[in-house]
Protein backbone atom coordinates (compact mmCIF):
# COMPACT_ATOMS: atom_id res chain seq x y z
CA UNK A 1 0.00 0.00 0.00
CA UNK A 2 1.58 3.76 -0.74
CA UNK A 3 -0.63 4.59 1.93
CA UNK A 4 -1.89 8.55 1.74
CA UNK A 5 -0.10 10.47 -1.23
CA UNK A 6 0.16 14.03 -2.08
CA UNK A 7 0.84 15.65 -5.30
CA UNK A 8 2.46 18.31 -5.77
CA UNK A 9 5.14 18.07 -2.98
CA UNK A 10 6.10 22.25 -3.57
CA UNK A 11 4.09 24.95 -5.41
CA UNK A 12 4.28 28.78 -5.70
CA UNK A 13 1.11 30.43 -6.58
CA UNK A 14 0.62 34.04 -7.50
CA UNK A 15 -2.07 36.08 -5.53
CA UNK A 16 -5.51 35.96 -7.02
CA UNK A 17 -4.25 31.92 -8.98
CA UNK A 18 -6.65 28.71 -8.28
CA UNK A 19 -5.20 25.38 -8.08
CA UNK A 20 -5.91 21.57 -6.64
CA UNK A 21 -4.06 19.88 -4.42
CA UNK A 22 -4.58 16.30 -4.21
CA UNK A 23 -4.98 13.49 -2.23
CA UNK A 24 -5.61 10.11 -1.89
CA UNK A 25 -5.29 6.90 0.05
CA UNK A 26 -5.22 3.34 -1.05
CA UNK A 27 -6.66 1.64 2.19
CA UNK A 28 -10.21 1.97 1.97
CA UNK A 29 -10.54 4.47 4.87
CA UNK A 30 -14.09 6.63 5.05
CA UNK A 31 -12.67 9.24 6.60
CA UNK A 32 -10.39 11.85 5.41
CA UNK A 33 -9.37 15.58 6.30
CA UNK A 34 -7.11 18.57 5.04
CA UNK A 35 -5.19 20.11 7.42
CA UNK A 36 -2.69 23.37 7.34
CA UNK A 37 0.36 23.35 9.51
CA UNK A 38 1.85 27.07 9.74
CA UNK A 39 5.18 27.48 12.45
CA UNK A 40 4.01 28.42 16.09
CA UNK A 41 0.17 27.11 15.65
CA UNK A 42 0.27 23.43 15.59
CA UNK A 43 -2.16 21.54 12.90
CA UNK A 44 -5.44 23.49 12.30
CA UNK A 45 -8.41 21.56 10.44
CA UNK A 46 -9.68 22.79 7.09
CA UNK A 47 -12.24 20.26 6.13
CA UNK A 48 -12.84 16.64 6.37
CA UNK A 49 -15.15 13.98 4.96
CA UNK A 50 -16.72 10.77 6.75
CA UNK A 51 -17.47 9.44 3.42
CA UNK A 52 -18.09 9.54 -0.51
CA UNK A 53 -19.74 12.65 -1.09
CA UNK A 54 -19.89 14.19 2.37
CA UNK A 55 -17.76 16.66 3.51
CA UNK A 56 -17.73 19.46 6.02
CA UNK A 57 -15.85 22.23 7.48
CA UNK A 58 -13.08 22.30 10.42
CA UNK A 59 -11.52 25.21 12.24
CA UNK A 60 -10.56 27.58 9.01
CA UNK A 61 -12.53 26.75 5.63
CA UNK A 62 -12.48 29.98 4.34
CA UNK A 63 -10.83 29.80 1.37
CA UNK A 64 -11.24 26.51 0.27
CA UNK A 65 -13.41 23.83 -1.11
CA UNK A 66 -13.43 20.29 -1.13
CA UNK A 67 -15.42 17.33 -2.55
CA UNK A 68 -15.45 13.47 -2.38
CA UNK A 69 -16.63 11.75 -5.55
CA UNK A 70 -14.99 8.45 -4.61
CA UNK A 71 -13.60 6.97 -1.46
CA UNK A 72 -9.88 7.49 -2.67
CA UNK A 73 -9.22 10.77 -3.93
CA UNK A 74 -10.12 14.66 -1.56
CA UNK A 75 -8.76 17.42 -3.02
CA UNK A 76 -8.61 20.77 -1.88
CA UNK A 77 -8.77 23.72 -3.94
CA UNK A 78 -7.79 27.15 -3.04
CA UNK A 79 -10.26 29.53 -5.19
CA UNK A 80 -8.01 32.76 -5.42
CA UNK A 81 -4.95 32.18 -3.42
CA UNK A 82 -3.62 34.68 -1.07
CA UNK A 83 -0.58 35.27 0.69
CA UNK A 84 -2.23 34.16 4.15
CA UNK A 85 -3.07 30.59 2.55
CA UNK A 86 1.21 30.43 2.36
CA UNK A 87 1.75 27.06 5.05
CA UNK A 88 1.92 23.50 4.44
CA UNK A 89 -0.39 21.41 3.82
CA UNK A 90 -1.45 17.90 5.33
CA UNK A 91 -4.11 15.45 4.08
CA UNK A 92 -4.92 12.82 6.85
CA UNK A 93 -7.29 9.72 6.75
CA UNK A 94 -8.40 6.95 8.82
CA UNK A 95 -10.84 3.45 8.16
CA UNK A 96 -13.16 5.49 10.14
CA UNK A 97 -14.40 8.92 11.67
CA UNK A 98 -12.08 9.72 14.43
CA UNK A 99 -15.00 10.04 17.01
CA UNK A 100 -17.03 8.92 20.14
CA UNK A 101 -17.65 5.35 18.68
CA UNK A 102 -14.25 5.20 17.06
CA UNK A 103 -10.75 5.36 18.36
CA UNK A 104 -9.17 5.27 15.12
CA UNK A 105 -5.46 7.17 14.41
CA UNK A 106 -4.97 9.14 11.80
CA UNK A 107 -2.11 8.35 8.78
CA UNK A 108 -0.73 11.17 7.24
CA UNK A 109 0.40 12.14 4.05
CA UNK A 110 4.37 13.97 3.80
CA UNK A 111 2.22 17.36 2.93
CA UNK A 112 2.68 20.16 0.06
CA UNK A 113 4.01 23.30 1.16
CA UNK A 114 2.67 25.66 -0.43
CA UNK A 115 4.17 29.77 -1.30
CA UNK A 116 1.51 32.72 -2.50
CA UNK A 117 2.87 35.54 -3.23
CA UNK B 1 -9.81 27.59 18.90
CA UNK B 2 -7.05 25.14 19.97
CA UNK B 3 -8.29 22.25 21.69
CA UNK B 4 -4.62 20.84 22.94
CA UNK B 5 -1.94 23.22 24.62
CA UNK B 6 1.71 21.75 25.19
CA UNK B 7 4.25 22.64 27.68
CA UNK B 8 7.12 23.44 27.24
CA UNK B 9 7.15 24.52 23.59
CA UNK B 10 11.27 23.42 23.10
CA UNK B 11 12.83 20.67 25.11
CA UNK B 12 16.95 20.02 24.99
CA UNK B 13 18.11 17.05 27.05
CA UNK B 14 21.02 14.49 26.53
CA UNK B 15 20.68 11.34 25.59
CA UNK B 16 19.42 8.68 27.86
CA UNK B 17 17.91 11.11 30.13
CA UNK B 18 13.59 11.22 29.78
CA UNK B 19 11.93 13.58 28.20
CA UNK B 20 8.17 14.67 29.67
CA UNK B 21 5.92 16.90 27.24
CA UNK B 22 2.15 17.79 29.11
CA UNK B 23 -1.00 18.37 26.89
CA UNK B 24 -3.73 20.52 28.05
CA UNK B 25 -7.06 20.48 26.75
CA UNK B 26 -10.54 22.40 27.15
CA UNK B 27 -13.30 20.04 26.83
CA UNK B 28 -14.92 16.76 27.54
CA UNK B 29 -13.08 13.79 25.01
CA UNK B 30 -13.12 10.62 23.89
CA UNK B 31 -9.64 9.80 23.29
CA UNK B 32 -6.05 12.03 23.06
CA UNK B 33 -3.37 10.96 20.61
CA UNK B 34 0.05 11.34 20.34
CA UNK B 35 2.14 12.12 17.01
CA UNK B 36 5.61 12.60 15.90
CA UNK B 37 6.76 14.54 13.09
CA UNK B 38 10.01 14.29 11.84
CA UNK B 39 11.22 17.75 10.20
CA UNK B 40 9.42 18.31 6.51
CA UNK B 41 7.81 14.93 7.30
CA UNK B 42 4.14 13.93 7.96
CA UNK B 43 3.19 13.40 11.60
CA UNK B 44 3.25 9.83 12.98
CA UNK B 45 1.30 8.27 15.22
CA UNK B 46 2.69 7.11 18.28
CA UNK B 47 -0.07 6.47 21.09
CA UNK B 48 -3.63 6.53 21.82
CA UNK B 49 -5.69 6.41 25.58
CA UNK B 50 -8.92 6.44 25.90
CA UNK B 51 -10.78 8.93 28.43
CA UNK B 52 -11.35 5.83 31.05
CA UNK B 53 -7.71 4.95 30.77
CA UNK B 54 -4.92 6.70 32.98
CA UNK B 55 -2.01 5.34 31.79
CA UNK B 56 -0.60 3.35 28.67
CA UNK B 57 2.68 2.37 27.40
CA UNK B 58 3.99 1.44 24.25
CA UNK B 59 8.17 0.16 23.92
CA UNK B 60 9.63 3.20 25.78
CA UNK B 61 6.68 5.80 25.70
CA UNK B 62 4.50 6.06 28.61
CA UNK B 63 1.51 8.17 28.37
CA UNK B 64 -0.56 9.35 31.47
CA UNK B 65 -4.58 10.88 31.33
CA UNK B 66 -6.03 13.19 34.06
CA UNK B 67 -9.65 13.65 32.76
CA UNK B 68 -10.15 15.72 36.01
CA UNK B 69 -7.46 17.95 35.00
CA UNK B 70 -7.99 17.88 31.25
CA UNK B 71 -3.88 16.89 31.12
CA UNK B 72 -1.86 14.29 29.63
CA UNK B 73 1.50 13.94 29.92
CA UNK B 74 3.66 11.58 27.38
CA UNK B 75 7.11 10.68 28.75
CA UNK B 76 9.88 9.10 26.70
CA UNK B 77 12.47 7.26 28.75
CA UNK B 78 16.41 6.89 27.61
CA UNK B 79 16.06 8.91 24.94
CA UNK B 80 18.22 8.84 21.69
CA UNK B 81 19.23 11.20 19.12
CA UNK B 82 16.77 10.05 16.60
CA UNK B 83 14.20 10.44 18.97
CA UNK B 84 14.87 14.47 18.42
CA UNK B 85 11.07 15.65 16.66
CA UNK B 86 8.28 17.71 17.22
CA UNK B 87 5.12 16.44 19.35
CA UNK B 88 1.93 17.00 19.12
CA UNK B 89 -1.29 15.89 20.86
CA UNK B 90 -4.45 15.41 19.75
CA UNK B 91 -7.75 15.17 20.81
CA UNK B 92 -11.31 13.30 19.61
CA UNK B 93 -14.06 15.73 21.56
CA UNK B 94 -17.05 13.60 22.79
CA UNK B 95 -19.51 16.09 20.58
CA UNK B 96 -17.53 16.05 17.70
CA UNK B 97 -19.78 13.35 16.26
CA UNK B 98 -18.24 14.23 12.77
CA UNK B 99 -14.56 12.77 13.88
CA UNK B 100 -12.57 16.05 13.72
CA UNK B 101 -9.24 15.74 15.89
CA UNK B 102 -8.18 18.79 17.09
CA UNK B 103 -3.89 19.33 17.83
CA UNK B 104 -1.64 21.26 20.11
CA UNK B 105 0.91 23.48 19.34
CA UNK B 106 3.88 21.10 19.64
CA UNK B 107 6.70 20.49 21.65
CA UNK B 108 10.11 20.59 19.88
CA UNK B 109 12.06 18.12 21.38
CA UNK B 110 15.87 18.04 20.51
CA UNK B 111 18.12 15.12 21.54
CA UNK B 112 21.77 15.60 21.97
CA UNK B 113 24.06 12.97 21.26
Known amino acids: NAGVTQTPKFQVLKTGQSMTLQCAQD?????MSWYRQDPGMGLRLIHY???????DQGEVPNGYNVSRSTTEDFPLRLLSAAPSQTSVYFC????????????????FGPGTRLTVL | SQQGEEDPQALSIQEGENATMNCSYK?????LQWYRQNSGRGLVHLIL?????REKHSGRLRVTLDTSKKSSSLLITASRAADTASYFC?????????????FGQGTELSVKP
Open chain 1, 92 to 107: ASSYRAVGATSTDTQY
Open chain 1, 27 to 31: MNHEY
Open chain 1, 49 to 55: SVGAGIT
Open chain 2, 27 to 31: TSINN
Open chain 2, 49 to 53: IRSNE
Open chain 2, 90 to 102: ATASIYNQGGKLI
